[in-house]
């Protein structure tokens, strides 16, 4: 019987498969589940709640023993975790196509999906956790880093000097928010129930320091304020308790968002529950738990809606809380806006999102080589050297060394093909896998999240990540996935992702282009169609075509 077991992908030029687009998606797997990079690797469990990426540990061996055999014209088909097949394709093909916790419309919640996940027929894939391209807490550290630039330039002269932050949740993703806030020079206090979430962070950098009680986090943030010092402080304490309390007590909070795991509400511990109890309550009576921590989430946003209504600024991050405290009867949840029609879209509509690489050779060595054709590829491009600069120094690797940086259409190709080119010509030591999360322009359907607030009301139209899986496949990714439910939850959300591998190969770099103008294209695309006049822009000036506005 196989079990839970420390993984680690190897490191180095040496094969265990036949060939690089094979080894990466093998390493990527591995990398997944790194103890360094899952925040529950024995339960395979990477982040996001119960994001997985793998079924089980049987389902596991079966792929990594699968990947090792797989020819360069064959192709691994994975569902939800568990792979069910080996056809023979073409070398164009990617080598593995990946389907993660969809289910037909009707069926879509999280009440079916659990009867089958018990039944062993199915995984929650989240996004970057099923598709193996994540990368540890910095995949999302610049998203928000950028999101809380875009907040200081809003509101705050463009800084986040003199101002103090509040939010939840210093899980895998939710971890990057005290460095984000810190990068941005603002002060923020980071509340967990889980204090190895706060341990975790500040072994890794993310957060400076822990406090004793709501009080000394207060005293700390008001001294850090004044003296307009940067300082990330974690609270140990239940959101839907502390944030009532801070708004009674008139907390003298400038922005409140949060990042706890709300989009599942087995994974939002309710107020009046322990936290070491929490795992068992869930597992015995999961409808108990589930009315008992939408409650808590009601209490979490109406406190939100207060220090609004108290002239804080106040956004959604992606984890679905309104909707939850929605379905608890509260009325107001949808008061403050989604992250995305606050600051993101206008990087959507020029294809930008979240593109990242990892170094396959392990060799934080050939990070550093990216990171400075980075700096030749895009000289004009500030505060992108910003923060290139800034991961650089500040940026704990977690597993394979890597890399994000938010890159458009045109910027993305050219980025792949340079680090190609280093691949052939020795300068790197080992190939790189390319990819992104599947948060980006043109890749997912989410109406509380990606597509909240479209202008023209296509929320909720998921063709479009359909397409775009099925445009990458037929691009020449290495590998392609087909997800429902990430970042937000059953029944509110589809996406797709993709990997490439610069192998240093001609075939590779044909790939890498079409791949890397196609898949940011659909970004560009999807908000013509939407009729924003900055994709149209962006599509005249670069040449995206697009049938409707030609002839
Ligand atoms: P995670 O499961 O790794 O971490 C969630 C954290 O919330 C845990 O540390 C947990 O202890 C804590 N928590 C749970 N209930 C709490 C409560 N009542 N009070 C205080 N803390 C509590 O999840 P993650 O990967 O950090 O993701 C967090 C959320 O953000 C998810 O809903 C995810 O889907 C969403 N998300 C957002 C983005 C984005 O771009 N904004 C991207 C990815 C994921």
New binding site residues.
């Given amino acids: 019987m196989s079990g839970p077991r420390p993984v680690r992908a190897p490191r180095g030029t040496e094969l265990s498969a036949l060939g690089w687009q094979q080894e990466a998606a093998l390493r990527m797997l591995q990398n997944n589940l790194d103890p360094e990079v899952a925040?529950h690797p024995d339960k395979l469990?990477v982040?996001?709640?119960?994001?997985k990426a793998a079924r089980d540990w049987r389902s596991f061996d079966a792929m990594v023993r699968t990947l090792k055999g797989l020819k360069q014209d064959e192709t691994m088909l994975v569902q939800s975790g568990r792979p069910v097949g080996v056809m023979q394709t073409h070398e164009w093909a990617p080598r593995v196509l990946i389907a993660n916790s969809n289910l037909v419309g009707d069926w879509a919640n999280w009440e079916e999906f659990r009867r089958l996940e018990q039944l062993g027929l199915t995984m929650y894939g989240?996004?970057t956790a099923g598709s193996w391209i994540y990368i540890g807490?910095q995949?999302?550290l610049q998203?928000?880093y950028e999101?809380f630039a875009a907040v200081a330039a809003k509101k705050f002269d463009g800084t986040l000097a003199g101002t103090i932050t509040l939010t939840?949740?210093?899980?895998?993703?939710?971890?990057?928010q005290p460095l984000a806030v810190t990068m941005n020079d603002g002060v923020a206090i980071c509340?967990?129930?889980?204090p190895?979430?706060i341990e975790r962070r500040i072994e890794h950098r993310y957060l400076d320091v822990k406090a004793d009680s709501l009080e000394h986090a207060l005293h700390l943030a008001v001294e850090a304020r004044d003296a307009r010092r940067p300082l990330s402080i974690g609270l140990l304490?239940?959101?839907?308790?502390?944030l009532p309390r801070m708004l009674a007590e008139g907390a003298p909070i400038d922005i409140v968002t949060?990042?706890?795991?709300?989009?599942?509400p087995l994974?939002?511990?309710?107020?009046g529950v322990d936290?070491d109890d929490?795992a068992s309550y869930a597992a015995k009576d999961p409808a108990g738990f589930t009315t008992r921590?939408r409650e808590?989430?009601a209490r979490?946003v109406e406190a939100m809606v207060g220090f609004m209504d108290a002239g804080a600024e106040v956004f959604d991050?992606?984890?679905?809380?309104r909707g939850e405290a929605q379905l608890a009867g509260y009325d107001r949840a949808f008061a403050f806006p989604g992250?995305v029609p606050a600051y993101i879209r206008p990087l959507f509509c020029e294809g930008k999102g979240?593109f990242r690489w990892a170094a396959l050779s392990g060799d934080p060595a050939d990070i550093a080589k990216t990171d400075k054709a980075i700096l030749d590829l895009f000289p004009e491009n500030e505060s992108l050297a910003r923060w290139i600069k800034m991961a650089g120094e500040r940026v704990h690797f977690q597993g394979l060394p890597a890399r994000i940086c938010w890159l458009g259409y045109g910027e993305r190709d050219k980025a792949g093909e340079r680090f190609n080119d280093m691949v052939a010509s020795g300068e790197l030591a080992a190939p790189l896998a390319i990819g992104r999360?599947h948060?980006d322009c043109g890749s997912v359907a989410s109406p509380y999240?990606e597509t909240e607030a479209m202008l023209d009301g296509s929320d909720a139209i998921a063709d479009w990540p359909l397409l775009n899986a099925m445009v990458n496949v037929a691009s020449g990714a290495s590998w392609v996935s087909l997800h429902h439910g990430?970042?937000?939850?059953m029944g509110r959300s589809i996406h797709a992702g993709q990997v490439t591998v610069a192998d240093g190969t001609k075939l590779g770099g044909e790939k890498i282009r079409r791949v890397l103008t196609n898949d940011p294209g659909m970004g560009v695309i999807r908000h013509v169609d939407a009729g924003y006049d900055i994709a149209e822009s962006v599509a005249d000036e670069r040449g995206v075509r697009v049938p409707m506005r030609e002839g």
Wanted: no cysteine; hydrophobic share 35%; net charge negative.
């Fill in positions: 925040e469990v982040y996001g709640g119960t994001g989240q996004m807490t995949g999302i998203g928000t999101t939840a949740g210093l899980g895998g993703m939710g971890g990057a509340i967990d129930v889980d190895r979430a304490g239940n959101a839907a308790e502390l949060d990042q706890t795991s709300a989009h599942d994974a939002y511990l309710p107020v936290f929490m921590a808590s989430m979490h991050y992606g984890n679905s809380i992250f979240p999360d948060l999240r990430g970042g937000v939850g």
